[in-house]
């Protein structure tokens, strides 16, 4: 009789495990269709932008983390009241996918300066640095990244950027309604 309880316990026992197993699994499997159905679109401006400020010493960073789409998405609007040159200082990683692009280019014009990122793992991200001169035109200046589906986490350093010609800088286009002081965004 004894014998017949124990089996019979550990049968329930193991059935009862095998069910927490196959709800934990499940659980799981959900939660990655979840996260990607619920991944961050920069093209659609849910993406998540941690800041952009205006540092002592004028340096505007911004930094994010999205999920691109096969179009550009611009990340910075930078406008300025004439010709200036600027350092950009930034760090990356992009899930190591290959594919992902950083460029600028002057609102109206036909020419876009881009360049594809190296591929770069999160152990990357904060580690290795790049920095470019990048020549801003009298007039909105706008920096952006691509790549179709594809991941970035990046953080952003402009500096040298003189307050008395920064007529704007932000996230969002100027137009978009944000506040155009660049402490504030």
């Known amino acids: 009789m004894k014998k017949t309880v124990l089996s019979l316990a550990l049968i329930c026992l193991g ?21 990607s159905a619920v991944r961050p679109v920069i093209n659609a401006q849910s993406s998540i932008f941690n800041t952009i400020k205006d540092d002592i010493g004028d340096v505007i ?7 691109l ?26 899930a190591h996918q ?23 793992t999160e152990e990357a991200y904060n580690i290795f640095w790049t920095e470019e001169k990048l020549t801003l035109k009298k007039g909105m200046n706008v920096l952006f990244v691509s790549g179709e589906d594809k991941t970035v986490k990046m953080h952003v350093e402009i500096e040298g950027l003189e307050p008395d010609i920064t007529v704007y800088a932000g996230a969002f286009p100027k ?3 944000q506040k155009s002081d660049k402490n504030e965004i």
């Open 98 to 120: 290959d594919g992902v692009k950083l460029g600028y280019y002057h609102e109206g014009s036909k020419d876009k300066t881009s360049e594809e990122l190296t591929a770069a």
């Open 175 to 177: 137009n978009e309604g």
């Open 15 to 35: 059935l009862a495990m095998t069910a927490c197993g196959g709800k934990a699994r499940a659980a799981s499997e959900s939660g990655t269709e979840q996260e």
């Open 61 to 67: 960073s911004v930094d994010f983390d999205a999920y």
């Open 69 to 94: 789409k096969e179009t550009e998405a611009a990340f910075m609007f930078l406008e300025v009241s004439e010709d200036t040159t600027v350092t950009m200082r930034y760090t990356y990683s992009t």
